[in-house]
């Protein structure tokens, strides 16, 4: 079973929205790096963006201004509000999570089992 559990992924139209949640269970960090990550078939896994326990964020330049990345620690819940989507954006969406900052190509330690996006044209 997979630590992380997302949800939200469906089929929308382009230019609709969807917003992904991920539960994320309570680890003892006291800093860490949660992301979302995509992967289309045929095609490598990329980052789509990441928030650190600072609420820090950063996002893949195919999705600025279009996605945005949240968390709710009270809730222990990551967000993903994805806004005027393109068909480039279908995907399986991974939640993932490690201790210590975000930077880029790191790993992850915990990985959720996916949730797909389909946009249609």
């Known amino acids: 079973q997979a630590p992380l559990v997302e949800s939200g992924g469906g089929s929308v139209q382009a230019g609709g929205s969807l917003r992904l949640s991920c539960g994320v269970p309570r680890y003892d960090y006291n800093t860490y790096c949660m992301g979302w990550f995509r992967q289309a078939p045929g095609k490598d896994r990329e980052g789509v963006a990441t928030?650190?326990?600072?609420?820090?964020?950063s996002s893949a330049d195919a999705v600025k201004g279009r996605f945005t990345i949240s968390q709710d620690n009270a809730k222990n819940t990551l967000y993903l509000q994805m806004n005027s989507l393109k068909p480039e954006d279908t995907a399986m969406y991974y939640c993932?999570?490690?201790?210590?900052?975000?930077?880029?190509?790191?790993?992850?330690?915990?990985w959720g089992q996916g949730t797909q996006v389909t946009v249609s044209s």
């Open positions: 928030i650190d326990s600072r609420g820090r964020t």
């Open positions: 993932a999570l490690g201790g210590g900052s975000c930077y880029a190509g790191r790993s992850f330690r915990y």
